[in-house]
């Protein structure tokens, strides 16, 4: 770990065990349960797509603005506080079903952060991979993007996952937009992917 990295101050850490630069790490502490053996009839390629568009349309939209997009979500649920503690990892916070066609994705804002993710139950791991990176890749004005971790990690029975977290970085400011992703191999997690963007100033 990282000198000086203070889980209470940051709480969110790798699924891997491992740091991120920067004192942010690739991904809050979310569990990757395994799910029942339920066969599920989604197109995972659809799923990644829906899940990039939740994060880039409402977490990275607005993640200057957490408040108006609490008010932007009217027409998701709310889970209940039990619920939502799967999506928050060792936050508080709250998470919301997103309304799609697609699958089941919540959105979660943790407190006291200025921070929001969005978790997918299904995906097609390679597309999100490629529509993250895409992304993310192309920073907006005034910003510039850089790579600041890409690893795998091993969960087991479950397979592995991976990792890969940039960095938007303005020139003359201290302050950075971190954007991770985290893909599990299989479709028999409860979550297998996890898009997450928070402002850092470290």
């Not at 630069?21 to 991904?27: F, G, K, P």
């Not at 409860?190 to 928070?198: G, L, M, S």
Request: aromatic share 8%.
């Amino acid at each position: 770990m990282k000198k000086g990295f203070d889980l209470k101050d940051w709480p969110a850490y790798s699924l891997a065990g491992r740091c991120v630069d920067l004192t942010i790490c690739a991904i809050m502490a979310i569990p990757l349960a395994l799910a029942s053996s339920t066969c599920f009839a989604e197109n995972a390629e659809l799923q990644a797509q829906e899940l990039q568009g939740i994060f880039e349309n409402f977490c990275v939209k607005y993640i200057d603005d957490l408040d108006g997009l609490k008010s932007s979500l009217d027409g998701a649920s709310t889970l209940p506080t039990e619920q939502a503690e799967k999506y928050l990892g060792l936050s508080a916070g709250s998470s919301w079903v997103m309304p799609s066609e697609q699958g089941f994705f919540v959105l979660s804002i943790p407190e006291g952060q200025e921070a929001c993710h969005v978790t997918a139950r299904r995906v097609d791991p390679k597309m999100a991979e490629s529509l993250f990176v895409n992304f993310a890749a192309s920073a907006p004005a005034l910003y510039s993007a850089r790579k600041v971790a890409d690893f795998d990690g091993d969960l087991g029975d479950a397979g592995s996952m991976h990792t890969i977290v940039y960095a938007w970085i303005q020139n003359d400011s201290i302050k950075k937009i971190m954007l991770g992703l985290t893909v599990g191999e299989r479709d028999v997690l409860d979550i297998q992917a996890v898009a997450y963007v928070k402002i850092s100033t470290r």
